[in-house]
């Protein structure tokens, strides 16, 4: 019966563990990505990283993006999830309606909301001229504090649905009787929720923080789509700056020792997050 097994493996193999190791042995080179005549550095790709704070800005960008998303697409599609899950007229429809953004591509999402937050003609400057505000001087893409804001509202108008429809499973798990009881007892919404709902969907809870977290550290798409990492390195996130090390600067070695970092950080993150959340669960 292990041979069944064999070409998941040998595909396993080639696609993944293969290149991962390709990567550690790249990562000491100064392979360009070209020319396969290149020499052992060492760890000089490690250290410049460091040196150059470009592995300290992409970090914190990209964590900052993680907690942005992890806190606004789990906030927002548990509320939508709640509001949802009770019986009112055309909620099908309106689940519907709350799922849509998920299934558009990132690329299509990013082109769209470019033109949302365009200066002076975009669709929040035209809303901010219409209301008597100056919609001009609106350029959130444009500004270096704000940049990086702007796309992670992006991504969680995108992922919400998904996170929505997570929720929306979870709590419909939980036993109506319990709930009866509890307002016998006198408990109002609030209590409820907060009582009897979120113990009982922890499990839930902790798929959609994990989910978003990977999400918000793989982040690359809003930030080639909508700003290029810029303006100025504000929203260079961890795996936009290995692609620009890696294809723009033509430097293949210093990117793999990037990716090897960041790839230690991500399972260094998920792991803690995982002990975190199971362990929150059993609290509950």
Known sequence: MYLFAVPALLLFCVFWVFPVLQLFYYSITNFNGINYQYDFVGFKNYITLFREGTMTNSIKNTLIYAVIIVIGSNLLGLCVAMVLNIKIRGKAFFRTCAYVPALFSAIVVGFIWSYVYMPDSGLIASFLTLIGLDGSKFNLLGN??????????????K????????????????????????????????QLIKKVKLPLI???????????????????DYSFIMTNGGPGKSTNTLMFTIYKIAFTD???GKAS????????VIILITIFMLIFMNKREVEL
Do not use: H, P
């Not at 020792?257 to 230690?264: D, E, G, T, Y």
């Open 250 to 252: 033509q430097m293949m």
């Open 159 to 190: 992922s919400f649905g998904t996170t929505m429809i997570i929720y929306l499973a979870g709590l419909q798990t939980v036993d109506e009787s319990l709930l009866e009881a509890g307002r016998i007892d006198g408990c109002n919404e609030w």
């Open 202 to 220: 922890s499990s839930t809870i902790t798929i959609n923080v994990i989910l978003n977290v990977i999400a918000g550290l793989k982040a690359f």
């Open 144 to 157: 270096y504090k704000t940049a990086l804001y702007g796309i992670a509202a992006v991504e969680i108008w």
């Open 257 to 264: 020792a990037f990716s090897v970092v960041s790839f230690i």
